[in-house]
């Protein structure tokens, strides 16, 4: 089994910045990936960024390659969102997945809200 628990979400203003971090515990060892998506009110989960055990990363959404970063920390099986510059319409509940041995884990999601 593999948990997944993501922390930073909040309510920032727009133009503002915040970072999330997922940890991810339990039985995890060979090449996984983990990645961002978010589902605002009323629309489809959207893959955001995935980072590879290879150490490659991308940035899946269009909408927010130059304001977003992902990163991760192999020693702390932690990954983390930069997110800059944040706009309305970033605002959704953010999941931390995690893609190990044809099995996918979420995470219980963090709400960012972007307002003024």
């Known amino acids: 089994q593999v948990q997944l628990v993501e922390s930073g979400g909040g309510l920032v203003h727009p133009g503002g910045s915040l970072r999330l971090s997922c940890v991810a515990s339990?039985?995890?060892?060979?090449?996984?990936?983990m990645g961002w998506h978010r589902q605002a009110p009323g629309k489809q989960r959207e893959l955001v960024a995935t980072y590879y055990t290879s150490g490659i990363y991308t940035i899946n959404a269009d909408s927010v390659k130059g304001r977003f970063t992902i990163s991760r920390d192999f020693a702390k099986s932690t990954v983390y969102l930069q997110m800059n510059n944040l706009k309305a319409e970033d605002t959704a509940v953010y999941y931390c997945?995690?893609?190990?041995?044809?099995?996918?884990?979420w995470g219980q999601g963090t709400q960012v809200t972007v307002s003024s």
């Open positions: 997945s995690l893609n190990i041995r044809t099995q996918t884990y």
């Open positions: 339990g039985s995890i060892f060979g090449n996984y990936a």
